[in-house]
Every structure is written in structure tokens, then in C-alpha cells.
């Protein structure tokens, strides 16, 4: 059975402080016109969210309100998993869709990060972690994923001045995408390599996709 993406929609990628419903409705609909489907041919829906109940909106029921918009009865999957939540989402979809016999499942990722205070959003994060075991030892998110690093670049040789074409690469597709939060935004590998590292992370941002 072949499985493809045969839509996509997403909002922009910014500080808005819309409802999460609005910006869902939004890019839902954009990839239901790009696939050329109605709402009526999506069999199931999974769905990647991680703070909804802290951001100001205190909404728990994500499934509930995912089947109200939509005014349909399906099978409605959450899957949090932070940061690796759209791909975990896609992954899962794509297996339950083989087993399933399915032939359009519709995936959703949002958040509003920036709708929260930052020690908020700060102890959420860190749920996602071991509390115990991991970040009493001071192995929290930045320094597992230096750690995660730093053996891919000892076991297949690979510098900073690599890592950071793939911070590159990530700008050049941002200036040109309107809907990107560094839309327009000219970055060189120059002001990556040379003075600014924070250039290779992710900012926060209020998106749905």
C-alpha cells in the first residue's frame, strides 16, 4: 500500500495570539484545498500538542474540539512528544493508516509557546524529560542533545562548520517562505560559524500545521 502526503497547510510561523482552534481551522482547510479533499473523505485525524492546558487556553480535550470544528465522528489520536511530536504524528499515522486499511488521515502539529509566561513553558518542557535520574544530574534538553552531538561528530567525523550548513540550509528555505518567522531575513554561514550560535536554533512560535 503506498502512502504519500497528498496535501499540506500550515499558518504562519509567529507571534499571533489567536485561539489554537483558529489557526487549526486555518491550516486544515489549506491542506484539504491543496490535496484536493473534503473533510468528509478523512477517515482519522492524528494530532501533536504538548501545552494546550497551560498556554491560557486550558483546553485538555483536543480530540472533543478537533471533532466539533469539523462536525465529524472519526478516530481522534493525540501524540505528544515535544519537539519530535509532528514526525512522531506523521510516523504513527502513516502505520495505522497500513493496518487500517485507510485511505486519508489527516495530521495535525500546533502550539502557542510564546502565549505563556517563560517559567511556565520552561517547566513544561521539562516534563518531557527524566526528572530524577537526568535533570538532577544537569542533563536537560540543550545538554542531551550536545551530548547526542557531540558522538555523531566523534563517530563519523564531522565539525561545527558541517552542523551549521544545516542551520543554513534552514534560513535560506525561511527567506523565502512568507509563512516563516525569518521570512526575508538574510542569514550567511559567515553569521553562523562567526559570532552568533544562536542563529542555529529554533526560535519559539505560535504555528499550526
Known sequence: MAIYIKGAGMTKFDV???????????????????????????????????????????????????????????????????CGGGGTALWNAAEFQKKNNMK??????????????SENITDEMFMGGERIYEQAEGVIFPAQNALIAQQYMLKYGVSTDDLALVALKNHENAFLNPKARFYGKKVTLDMIIGYDKKISCSCFSVKAV
Open 16 to 82: 499571533d495570539q489567536r485561539n489554537s482552534y483558529e489557526r487549526i481551522y486555518e491550516c486544515v482547510n489549506e491542506a484539504l484545498d491543496s490535496g484536493n479533499v473534503s473533510m468528509k473523505d478523512i477517515e482519522a485525524v492524528f494530532v501533536s500538542n504538548c501545552e494546550p492546558e497551560t498556554n491560557g487556553e486550558r483546553q485538555r480535550h483536543t480530540g472533543p474540539m478537533i471533532s466539533s470544528m469539523f462536525q465529524k465522528k472519526m478516530p481522534i489520536i493525540t501524540v505528544p512528544a515535544g
Open 104 to 117: 486519508n488521515i489527516l495530521v495535525i502539529g500546533f502550539e502557542k509557546l510564546v502565549a505563556n509566561l
